[in-house]
């Protein structure tokens, strides 16, 4: 688990304004802050998830990413995960997972996570042989996270909300907004954000700004997780 400095305002979406879909909304960007809090290095292994719901797994796909897993099973390992350490995991915001995806207070607005080149950091269609890899196999990013582009999606705390909430205007009469600090998405829905992309993505889903949602009930072949807290 990495510490993740934060209470510096940093811009969140779209910053580039290329994300220009048909029918999909678009993606506002909003000036955001945020409190230090700590995010793992990799998404959560299928060893590691074996280990704490004491169910079996392949050694040979120990260092797999867990997939599979619906919103709600994720939390049912947190809790339990929270029980033997007596710690307090938990999944990232979605505005804490962009603003480490984008390398945090290191950030050099690459459009992938640590890189321009996908092909250094991430698992895509193009170069994943159609299966998932090993965590960590890619170079890492700028706050040594890794596979935040690609490999597998995911899951965020959030429930999805199509637009992120702006802060408030500074004043009656000025344009200028405060940052949203520490934002959690929508307050009702049952569909949660994911993001990333993942080994079966085309390179546009693994910009470190975009996002998908998916129902809390629903598991996927290439949909993972990584801890926070």
Same mark, same amino acid.
């Given at each position: 688990?990495?510490?993740?400095?934060?209470?510096?305002?940093?811009?969140?979406?779209?910053?580039?304004?290329?994300?220009?879909?048909?029918?999909?909304?678009?993606?506002?960007?909003?000036?955001?802050?945020?409190?230090?809090?700590?995010?793992?290095?990799?998404?959560?292994?299928?060893?590691?998830?074996?280990?704490?719901?004491?169910?079996?797994?392949?050694?040979?796909?120990?260092?797999?990413?867990?997939?599979?897993?619906?919103?709600?099973?994720? +939390?049912?390992?947190?809790?339990?995960?929270?029980?033997?350490?007596?710690?307090?995991?938990?999944?990232?915001?979605?505005?804490?997972?962009?603003?480490?995806?984008?390398?945090?207070?290191?950030?050099?607005?690459?459009?992938?996570?640590?890189?321009?080149?996908?092909?250094?950091?991430?698992?895509?269609?193009?170069?994943?042989?159609?299966?998932?890899?090993?965590?960590?196999?890619?170079?890492?990013?700028?706050?040594?996270?890794?596979?935040?582009?690609?490999?597998?999606?995911?899951?965020?705390?959030?429930? +999805?909300?199509?637009?992120?909430?702006?802060?408030?205007?500074?004043?009656?009469?000025?344009?200028?907004?405060?940052?949203?600090?520490?934002?959690?998405?929508?307050?009702?829905?049952?569909?949660?954000?994911?993001?990333?992309?993942?080994?079966?993505?085309?390179?546009?889903?693994?910009?470190?700004?975009?996002?998908?949602?998916?129902?809390?009930?629903?598991?996927?072949?290439?949909?993972?997780?990584?801890?926070?807290?």
């Amino acid at each position: 688990m990495l510490l993740v400095k934060g209470g510096v305002p940093f811009w969140m979406g779209d910053l580039l304004n290329i994300y220009r879909p048909f029918f999909a909304p678009r993606i506002n960007k909003v000036l955001v802050q945020l409190d230090d809090f700590h995010i793992c290095d990799h998404t959560v292994t299928q060893e590691e998830w074996g280990t704490v719901m004491e169910t079996s797994f392949e050694q040979r796909n120990a260092k797999l990413p867990q997939t599979s897993c619906s919103w709600h099973q994720v +939390y049912e390992f947190i809790e339990r995960l929270n029980k033997l350490t007596n710690w307090n995991f938990r999944l990232p915001t979605e505005a804490e997972w962009e603003y480490t995806a984008r390398g945090g207070e290191y950030s050099d607005g690459s459009i992938y996570s640590g890189k321009n080149i996908l092909d250094t950091v991430g698992w895509y269609n193009m170069n994943s042989d159609n299966r998932l890899h090993a965590v960590c196999q890619k170079e890492s990013n700028q706050l040594g996270l890794y596979d935040m582009s690609g490999n597998v999606w995911e899951w965020c705390e959030d429930i +999805y909300e199509p637009r992120y909430i702006e802060g408030p205007f500074k004043s009656l009469f000025s344009l200028e907004r405060f940052p949203s600090k520490n934002p959690h998405g929508g307050t009702k829905g049952n569909y949660r954000v994911i993001r990333g992309g993942s080994y079966k993505s085309k390179d546009t889903d693994c910009w470190v700004f975009y996002r998908e949602k998916q129902k809390s009930t629903k598991s996927f072949s290439d949909v993972g997780f990584r801890l926070a807290y």
